[in-house]
């Protein structure tokens, strides 16, 4: 049974940084591309980042030079840093695991940036 969990969302102040984690288990994590969509109220699924199995990383515009995406293969584990956080970032951060047709999605994890 594969499972995809994130941890690691919260309340931060505008400025300040969350460190997003995402668990896989159940599939061979390392030839899995793995990435992080997120969906505030009302407004579309943005994809903010991914990580192919060798390591390429892709981000959305509106996050690149405040957000990192890594992984840790050994532990099936994929990180998302977030710095420099802004009101609109806030949302539920979904994280996935994908290979060929086939997707698993997390339950997702709460970000809200709030002064």
């Known amino acids: 049974q594969v499972q995809v969990v994130e941890s690691g969302g919260g309340l931060v102040q505008p400025g300040g940084s969350l460190r997003l984690s995402c668990v896989a288990s159940?599939?061979?994590?390392?030839?899995?591309?793995m990435g992080w969509y997120r969906q505030a109220p009302g407004k579309q699924r943005e994809l903010v980042a991914t990580?192919?199995?060798?390591?390429?990383?892709n981000y959305a515009d509106s996050v690149k030079g405040r957000f990192t995406i890594s992984r840790d293969n050994a532990k099936n584990t994929v990180l998302l840093q977030m710095n420099s956080l802004k009101p609109e970032d806030t949302g539920g951060y979904y994280c996935y695991a994908r290979r060929s047709t086939n997707t698993y999605w997390g339950q997702g994890t709460q970000v809200t940036v709030s002064s």
């Open positions: 990580i192919t199995r060798l390591g390429s990383t």
């Open positions: 159940g599939i061979i994590f390392s030839i899995y591309e």
